[in-house]
C-alpha cells in the first residue's frame, strides 16, 4: 500500500530513494537535509519497509506538507535492497541517488552532484564521506563547495574501487536512470551494495570524483541497533553468508571486465582471509565450508604471490599456522 502526492506539471530531473526501517530518531534531521537541498529539482521517494517503531508517523509528515515527498508502503518488513529496488522502479527522475535515512546532506551535495553529472560526459558521480558519530550531529547548513574534481575511466574507476579506494555505498554516487538499465540490488542479503556498485562500475566508461568541503555525504557511523551493527556484534552465520555471497558476485562481475588482474586477485585474496579470519571460531563448526575457502586461498595466494610483498607472505602464513591446519 502507498500513496504519492502529485507533482508538478513535469517530471522531476533527479529521484531520491530513501529506505525506511526503524528510524524514529534519526530519520527526521535526514529529511530535512533533503528538504532544504539547494537543489530542489528533485522528488523523494520515501520507502517503508514495515517498521515496528513510528518512523510512518515522522514521514508521513514531510508527505503531508511537501509535494516532492511520497511513501511507498511494504506489508512486510523486505530489507533495505528490496526497499531500493521498489523505488528504482518507482522512480521519475532521469538521475537516481541512493540515500540512508540516518545520515545527513549537506545544504549543497545535490547541486554539486548534479552540476558535475550534466556538465560533463560521464555515468556516475562519487562524492567523499564525511563520518560523524550516531549521537551527534555536524553542520549540515553550511555552505559546501567543490574543492577537487577528476574524471577518470572505468579501468581507473575499478582500480580504485578493489582495494576501497572509493566509496562501494549506493549513497555515494549519482548514476543516470537509463545508465542503470537492469541492474538492481541483491535482495534478503548483507552488504547488498557492494554487488551493485561493482555491476554499475564495469559497465561505466567514465566516472567523476567530487570532494566536497567542508562536508561531503554525512555519514552516521556506529548506530545502535543498525544492521551492519548487529552482524558486528555477532559475527552472524548469515553475515557469513552473504560476505561469502558477495564475494563471489564481485570477483564475476569485475573477472568479465578485468580478467585475472593482478588487482582483482589481490582483493579476492584479501576478502577470503578476511572471510577465514573473523569468522573462524563459526568455521570451526562448520569443516566443509572452511575446506573450500583454504582451497580459495591456496589457489588466490599461488596467482598473486609474485606481487606478495613480504607482509603479506607473512600474513598468510600466520592465517595458516595460527587458525587452521591445513
Known sequence: MGYKNVMANSKPLLSVIVP???????????LQSLQEQSFTDF??????????????????EFAHEDPRFYIIQHKTNQGVAAARNVGLENAQGEYIYYFDPDDLLPHDFLKNMMAAIQKTDIDIVC????????????????????TAQEVIDRD???????????????????????????V???????????????QLFTKARRACLLHMAPLGYCHR????????????????????EDLQYMLERKYQTCYAVMGENPQLLMWYYRL???????????????????????AKLRWSYRKVEPSLSLRD??????????YFTI
Open 20 to 30: 525506511i526501517y526503524n528510524v524514529q530518531d534519526y530519520v527526521a534531521a535526514a
Open 43 to 60: 522528488e523523494a521517494i520515501l520507502v517503508e519497509d514495515k517498521s515496528t517503531d513510528d518512523s510512518l508517523a515522522v514521514i508521513q
Open 127 to 146: 562524492a567523499n564521506t564525511s563520518n560523524f558519530a550516531w549521537d551527534t550531529e555536524p553542520e549540515w547548513r553550511q555552505e559546501t563547495t567543490v
Open 156 to 182: 581507473e574507476l575499478l582500480q580504485r574501487l578493489l582495494p576501497y579506494k572509493i566509496e562501494t555505498t549506493a549513497w555515494s554516487y549519482i548514476t543516470r536512470r537509463k545508465f542503470i538499465g537492469d
Open 184 to 198: 538492481r540490488f541483491s535482495t534478503g542479503r548483507l552488504f547488498e551494495d557492494e554487488d551493485y556498485t561493482a
Open 221 to 240: 557511523v556506529d548506530r545502535p541497533g543498525s544492521i551492519i551493527d548487529q552482524n558486528r556484534s555477532g559475527k552472524t552465520l548469515q553475515g557469513f
Open 272 to 294: 577470503v582471509y578476511r572471510l577465514l579470519k573473523e569468522y573462524r571460531w563459526l568455521l570451526k563448526n562448520m569443516p566443509e565450508e572452511r575446506t573450500a575457502l583454504l
Open 313 to 322: 607472505r607473512l600474513t598468510c602464513l600466520v592465517l595458516k599456522l595460527r
